[in-house]
Nanobody
């Protein structure tokens, strides 16, 4: 059974940090590109960051570049999103997903999703 389970969300003050984790199972994680997305009510799901499995190439949305860092641990089948200098506008439900090697930003190109974890940044 293919599954992604996110954890690590919570409430944090502006300027603070959180690290999200996404545990994968049921597929060959080490050969999979992974992405993080976020969504707020009434808005479309947006790409945040992605990481490939070859050379761990990474890609970031402009809004998080320099503040967020994506990484993976293939031994633990887990992808992480380290979020620093958080802003109130980062408040959203964060999802991890398995996707194509070229890390497209379109959510509909990703085939497996977790249930999401809420991140709330207070001002």
């Amino acid at each position: 059974q293919v599954q992604l389970v996110e954890s690590g969300g919570g409430l944090v003050q502006a300027g603070g940090s959180l690290r999200l984790s996404c545990a994968a199972s049921g597929f060959t994680f080490s050969n999979s590109a992974m992405g993080w997305f976020r969504q707020t009510p009434g808005k479309e799901r947006e790409f945040v960051a992605g990481i490939t499995w070859i050379l761990d190439r990474t890609l970031y949305a402009d809004s998080v570049k320099g503040r967020f860092s994506i990484s993976r641990d293939n031994a633990k089948n887990t992808v992480y999103l380290q979020m620093n200098s958080l802003k109130p506008e980062d408040t959203a439900v964060y999802f991890c997903a398995r996707g194509p090697f070229n890390l497209p930003r379109a959510p509909n190109t990703y085939d497996t999703w977790g249930q999401g974890t809420q991140v709330t940044v207070s001002s």
